[in-house]
């Protein structure tokens, strides 16, 4: 009797667990890759391995002086979202470099030849002179006009800052900063020089970032971004502007990369014109493109 059994037992255990029908199989894969296609697809956007670079430039036009001025402070920024990296190097308004069409001048003054020529065409020609000198592929810019940066500060609430030394008009320690000191500390000019002015404009971005990244102050981004706007050319896509938010976002918790072009990586001398300026030492200067903008 047993012997008789057990055969239909094992044919019973079998039917019950009887794979699904290849139909079926290949549905149910169909509706998985569907699902994670757009989910792959966010990841991909906003992780992707694709390096950034942005000319960021500060203007020193103002109601005084005419809306065509020169770029003041200027740094290139790379944003690599997957590592997460964000990089500033702050470059010397006194740099004696070509300038494309105009021959040996101090790189500031690459914006404002174009654009004394043709209103919108300094911030190209800003870029090139950077992609021609530096090496670094860039084609995007923001242009800051700093006599508008009091409002964007004011709309984050002000932002904090902390001096290891006396800098900028203001003692060591740490300072809350509104709107109108933030550009005074940017722009003062009798205690300082240009590398000096370098270190506190990176400080006061620094801060607007940090500031912005801080989830509690999330609620202020709306005006933040509509202050921003009224004082920022650019040419960034819309399409890459939540991607470097996010990059920025991140950056709250891992940081900035803040480099300069330092005084030993630079000559001074004097031109035929009597203008002071500074050469660069590409020797000193390659290395540390190579770190940030390289990889």
Same mark, same amino acid.
């Given at each position: 009797?047993?012997?008789?059994?057990?055969?239909?037992?094992?044919?019973?255990?079998?039917?019950?667990?009887?794979?699904?029908?290849?139909?079926?199989?290949?549905?149910?894969?169909?509706?998985? !890759?569907?699902?994670?296609?757009?989910?792959?697809?966010? $990841?991909?956007?906003?992780?992707?391995?694709?390096?950034?670079?942005?000319?960021?430039?500060?203007?020193?036009?103002?109601?005084?002086?005419?809306?065509?001025?020169?770029?003041? *402070?200027?740094?290139?920024?790379?944003?690599?979202?997957?590592?997460?990296?964000?990089? +500033?190097?702050?470059?010397?308004?006194? $740099?004696?470099?070509?300038?494309?069409?105009?021959?040996?001048?101090?790189?500031?003054?690459?914006?404002?030849?174009?654009?004394?020529?043709?209103?919108?065409?300094?911030?190209?020609?800003?870029?090139?002179?950077?992609?021609?000198?530096?090496?670094?592929?860039?084609?995007?810019?923001?242009?800051?006009? +700093?006599?508008?940066?009091?409002?964007?500060?004011?709309?984050?609430?002000?932002?904090?800052?902390?001096?290891?030394?006396? *800098?900028?008009?203001?003692?060591?320690?740490?300072?809350?900063?509104?709107?109108?000191?933030? $550009?005074?500390?940017?722009?003062?000019?009798?205690?300082?020089?240009?590398?000096n002015r370098m270190v506190r404009a990176q400080i006061l971005l620094?801060? @607007?970032?940090?500031?912005?990244?801080?989830?509690?102050?999330?609620?202020?981004?709306?005006?933040?971004? !509509?202050?921003?706007?009224?004082?920022?050319? *650019?040419?960034?896509?819309?399409?890459?502007?939540?991607?470097?938010?996010?990059?920025?976002?991140?950056?709250?918790?891992?940081?900035?990369?803040?480099?300069?072009?330092?005084?030993? +990586?630079?000559?001074?001398?004097?031109?035929?014109?009597?203008?002071?300026?500074?050469?660069?030492?590409?020797?000193?200067?390659?290395?540390?493109?190579?770190? @940030?903008?390289?990889?």
């Amino acid at each position: 009797m047993l012997e008789k059994t057990q055969p239909t037992r094992r044919m019973d255990h079998i039917q019950a667990v009887r794979p699904l029908p290849a139909r079926r199989r290949s549905c149910l894969t169909g509706c998985c !890759s569907w699902l994670l296609l757009p989910l792959v697809l966010i $990841l991909l956007y906003f992780f992707a391995p694709l390096r950034t670079n942005i000319l960021l430039l500060g203007t020193d036009d103002s109601p005084e002086r005419g809306s065509v001025g020169r770029t003041d *402070t200027i740094i290139l920024a790379t944003v690599v979202p997957l590592k997460p990296y964000v990089g +500033m190097l702050s470059i010397p308004r006194d $740099l004696w470099v070509t300038v494309p069409g105009v021959g040996e001048q101090r790189i500031n003054t690459a914006y404002f030849f174009a654009e004394s020529n043709e209103a919108g065409s300094g911030s190209q020609a800003a870029l090139q002179t950077i992609r021609e000198n530096f090496g670094v592929p860039v084609r995007y810019y923001a242009v800051i006009h +700093m006599f508008g940066l009091a409002s964007v500060v004011d709309a984050l609430g002000g932002v904090d800052i902390q001096l290891d030394s006396p *800098t900028g008009g203001f003692p060591a320690g740490a300072h809350h900063l509104n709107g109108e000191q933030a $550009l005074f500390f940017v722009r003062e000019r009798n205690s300082s020089d240009d590398f000096n002015r370098m270190v506190r404009a990176q400080i006061l971005l620094s801060s @607007m970032f940090k500031k912005a990244g801080n989830p509690s102050n999330w609620s202020s981004l709306p005006q933040f971004v !509509s202050s921003l706007a009224q004082v920022v050319d *650019t040419n960034v896509p819309v399409w890459q502007w939540p991607r470097l938010l996010f990059a920025l976002l991140r950056a709250f918790l891992f940081g900035i990369d803040s480099q300069t072009i330092t005084r030993d +990586m630079v000559v001074p001398f004097q031109t035929s014109q009597g203008a002071q300026v500074l050469a660069p030492n590409w020797d000193a200067i390659n290395p540390l493109l190579s770190r @940030m903008f390289g990889g």
